[in-house]
């Protein structure tokens, strides 16, 4: 059994949606129901206190051991990138390729909705832009200098930053060369297809909304429409296309979608989504999905363009074989419950750092990301300015052994 990590919307939204009278148009969400986010933490290791053996993996990497004071444990794990008290210190670079996906939502055999992270979708993102490129052009991949209360980690990637910032204890003391970056690569546009309807469907559907932004004529990125494919479905087609493109385990492989997302179940259930991304492995290959959300935060609160994307980015390179354990933590961000993972998304989920305007005058959202020894429960915390997340939402560690 694969474990997924899902990064959900974590706030639920009342939508309205238009009323559709055909079988063939998207599926109405009635007035007042909320879209719900959903448990997604079927982690198969979660009952137990014990890491199973490491994954052996073919990205740069090394392991970290730590005893937590909040239970006294040793704690172990793989993290992507090099050591950040090796010197000296140097940068490391990731292979990276995007794989932009087309998902056709086939109705009948005349009726499809298609959302295409490489067609444009002005009415949302601006004349001329696209999912895809927009992503290829964000602080994931460009430089931008982040200072944080007065520090400057870096004029670097966001998830570099990130890092930096994150062991800054270490970083700063003549570190200043230690960077992970991601050198990306596109591949071809994929289409995958599926097979849809009103009622009764287990893999996709598409569901239809009122008032929210988009212009498009047609069925390429229509208004209003929010394309659902269960991840059951879809995640054996994303290993199937890793073999088929030749991406091997020397290379994280990133599959973006555009105003699309994931349900754990059937996928016409609004109690089962939504999933707005994932990273996972197979074998020793990293792999990750992701939505690129046209909407600015008005489908998903604190959910805008690259958030969701940066939510994986950030916890695939900190966890990337999916079984770096923690003391347990929850009951904030899109747990509600208790976690016992390295997941530096799950806590913050909808918190967004200050926007960022880029040099193609898209202004880009980025989700805040929580530190090392949040989970760890360190003090003084090696962070940027001792902090414990990178915005200073956390200005203390994650507290008592959740139960």
Wanted: aromatic share 12%; proline share 8%; with cysteine.
């Amino acid at each position: 059994m694969k474990a997924f990590h899902f990064a959900l919307a974590v706030f639920a939204l009342v939508l309205t949606s238009s009323a559709f009278g055909q079988d063939d148009r998207p599926l109405p969400i009635p007035p007042g129901t909320p879209l719900h986010p959903i448990d997604a933490y079927p982690y198969m290791y979660r009952n137990t206190d014990q890491a199973p053996p490491p994954v052996t993996l073919t990205l740069p990497n090394y392991s970290y051991s730590v005893v937590s004071p909040v239970d006294g444990k040793t704690y172990t794990g793989q993290i992507i990138g090099a050591n950040p008290t090796t010197r000296p210190a140097h940068p490391t670079v990731v292979p990276t390729v995007i794989v932009p996906v087309r998902l056709v939502f086939q109705y009948s055999s005349t009726v499809s909705y298609i959302f295409d992270p490489t067609v444009t979708d002005p009415g949302c993102i601006g004349t001329g832009h696209t999912g895809l490129g927009l992503t290829e052009q964000s602080p994931l991949f460009n430089d931008v200098t982040y200072k944080l209360g007065g520090t400057t980690v870096g004029t670097t990637q966001y998830i570099d930053a990130f890092q930096r910032a994150n062991f800054w204890g270490d970083v700063s003391a003549t570190g200043a060369n230690y960077h992970t970056l991601m050198g990306i690569t596109p591949m071809p546009l994929q289409t995958v297809t599926i097979p849809s309807g009103n009622t009764g469907t287990t893999n996709g559907t598409v569901y239809g909304f009122t008032g929210l932004c988009g212009t498009n004529t047609g069925n390429v990125n229509e208004p209003n429409t929010l394309g659902v494919m269960n991840i059951s479905f879809w995640d054996p087609l994303a290993k199937k296309m890793i073999t088929n493109l030749g991406i091997t385990p020397n290379t994280f492989v990133f599959f973006l979608f555009y105003n699309a997302v994931m349900s754990n179940g059937t996928s016409d259930n609004t109690n089962n989504c939504c999933i707005l991304g994932y990273h996972s492995i197979t074998g020793s290959q990293t792999y990750g999905t992701g939505d690129f959300e046209g909407r600015d935060q008005t489908l998903f609160s604190g959910t805008a363009d690259t958030s969701a994307l940066s939510h994986e980015l950030g916890e695939w390179m900190n966890d990337p074989t999916g079984v770096n354990l923690t003391p347990a933590w929850g009951h904030i961000g899109q747990v509600s419950g208790c976690q016992d993972n390295y997941e530096v998304g799950d806590p913050l989920s909808g918190t967004l750092m200050p926007a960022v305007k880029m040099p193609n005058g898209f202004t880009y959202h980025l989700q805040e990301l929580a530190f090392f020894d949040w989970y760890y429960r360190i003090t003084p915390s090696m962070g940027v300015n001792g902090r414990y997340s990178l915005n200073a939402t956390f200005t203390a560690d994650a507290g008592a052994v959740c139960k």
